[in-house]
């Protein structure tokens, strides 16, 4: 059962991801060209600063999926409704702190982008836009957590796939109308709401949570531990953007973002498929099934390393050509940054590799031991950053990334193998070079092809194909030749998940 949800998640997962990445590519494009780079820089600026600000609700979301999976597997509905409310209550707690906060950052971003726009635009943006985080954190959030730890992650994914395709619409069709950005952003932060509203009452109906409990805040005791680990991996995963708007501009900051999109698509649609997976996991920690809990994740490990590989291997040669036609008809900034892109994509690589090792820490409930070491992956990414940005711009932004990234994947790997599944830790440094021998065999390859060159989206996806191609059979001969006994177990546990 736990293999045929993991895999209905996983489709239902692909199937959401790929309705982001098409519309996370339409929409900044089409801002792109109707209003231009200074336009899309600034979106994609106040985006990043409410990100910050929502950190409060950070280390609640973690710690309420942890706390869910012993009551979901025994049907405890009313520690549930009590796990809920606690977690609800307290997000409502931190709401007013983001509201202030919101109003704050209104009045004082706007001063550091006064040369492009003036005060009144963009605090009215920012205040516009912070409606759309509002309601994901501090309307649904709450109930989100309980699909997600019941293995029932189609459900969200259906939410926001529908959420996704109809504020994308409504903003294209304001964009063509003429509107001005106030109005494509309010639509958004509208959609949002409405979607938020529909989740929690989507939710009590189908879990039928009760309503005459109390909270309990001891249920998410470690939500101030979690909120830590939070913080630290946001400034390493989001810090970047606010260190170009604040020493470059808003130009640079378009630069990054157009790069961003296509590095956070493929880690979005790798951990699509992951996610749902986790919670099994969840689920054999809670019932203490240790020796099909690590002959489990030695198959997902695999799946992980295949899939990554396959993905970044496609991503290193096809991101220049896409970036080339993506921006083609934008001459007010050079948009082709060959170094930026590759250290970029390997920050993205040890972000997702890390996945399967930060998943069990996180299902196990080990948040203050990985408190610490966040931290310090924070401080690596800050520093480097800060200090290589003067010389060498976005592209030292991107260096520190991949430092602090790298460090963090390191030290998730050895926790796991030394306190939750005890192995040792060159099984993972000889699936990581493999992986990466893998990488430029792929990309050694795709230099003897003579492939046309991509003037246009249709000329570049046919070339994407050709390289997939060359990637799935670089993955499947490594896989075949060194991990021989994990692929049949793969593929005993994909043929029954399919028939059931």
Known sequence: MRAKKAFVNMLWGLAYEA???????????????????????VTSAITQFLGVIALVQAGISGVTIAALYKPLAEGNTYQISVIVKS???????????????????????????????????????????????????????????????DQQMRIM????????????AMSALLIFLGFGIHAVKLSTSVVYILAALFTVRYIKRKYKLEKNVKKDYSTIKQRWDNFSLH?????SANSAIVWISVFMNVYAVSVYTVYNLVTSGVIYTFRSITNGINAAFGNMLAKDEQDLLRKNFNIYEQVVFALVTFLFGVTAVMILPFVSVYTAEVTDVNYIEPIFAYIIIGAAFFSCIRVPYEGLVTAAGHFRQMRNPAFIEAIINTIVSIALIFKLGIVGVAIGTLAAYTYRTLLYTVYMSRNIIKRS??????????????????????????????????TWAFNAIIISLVAVLTVLFAEVVFYRNDLIGLTKLLKTAIKK
């Open 19 to 41: 309705v982001t990445m098409i519309c996370g590519f339409i929409l900044p494009r089409l801002i792109l060209m109707y209003f231009g780079s200074q336009y899309n820089g």
């Open 157 to 168: 994914h259906i939410i926001n796939t529908v959420k996704t395709i109809t504020y994308t």
């Open 87 to 149: 977690t609800e209550s307290f997000l409502r707690r931190v709401a007013l702190f983001f509201i202030g906060a919101v109003m704050i950052s209104a009045c004082v971003y706007p001063f550091l982008v006064i040369e492009e726009f003036d005060w009144f635009f963009t605090a009215s943006l920012f205040v516009i836009m912070s409606l759309s985080t509002y309601a994901f954190y501090f309307i649904g959030y709450a109930y989100q957590q309980l699909p997600n730890a």
């Open 231 to 235: 913080i630290a991996s946001f400034i």
């Open 425 to 458: 830790f060159l099984l993972f440094i000889k699936r990581l070079i493999m992986s990466l021998v893998c990488i430029l065999v792929i990309i050694a390859v795709s230099t003897l092809i003579p492939l046309s060159e991509a003037n246009d989206f249709f």
